[in-house]
């Protein structure tokens, strides 16, 4: 099994930064896709920003210009820099990464167990 552990969340003032972590670990041979997604009460899981492949990055509109994803590859481990936040920006973040595994060897599709970012003044 993976398991994605995120930390990085809290609570911030408007225009403030945030930076989260998301670390993979488990019978890991390869991660295809790393990324972040959001959830809001009442709404549907979105993407904000995921790193395909070796260096492909894709942003939500709503966050583009703002966060920054990276990755590390050899740490297992995705980033979120979160500046300029914004109220709407409130929400439960989930890491998530497409894994090969080698025990068995598998791909599948891993979420991490959320952490809330919040941002009021």
């Known amino acids: 099994q993976v398991q994605l552990v995120e930390s990085g969340g809290g609570w911030v003032q408007p225009g403030g930064s945030l930076s989260l972590s998301c670390a993979a670990s488990?019978?890991?041979?390869?991660?295809?896709?790393m990324g972040w997604y959001r959830q809001a009460p009442g709404k549907q899981r979105e993407l904000v920003a995921v790193i395909v492949g070796a260096s492909a990055t894709s942003y939500a509109d709503s966050v583009k210009g703002r966060f920054t994803v990276s990755r590390d590859n050899a740490k297992n481990t995705v980033y979120l820099q979160m500046s300029g936040l914004k109220v709407e920006d409130t929400d439960v973040y989930y890491c998530?990464?497409?894994?090969?595994?080698?025990?068995?060897?598998?791909?599948?599709?891993?979420w991490g167990q959320g952490t809330q970012v919040t941002v009021s003044s």
């Open positions: 488990g019978s890991i041979l390869s991660i295809n896709t």
């Open positions: 998530n990464a497409e894994v090969v595994t080698f025990k068995p060897r598998r791909t599948g599709t891993y």
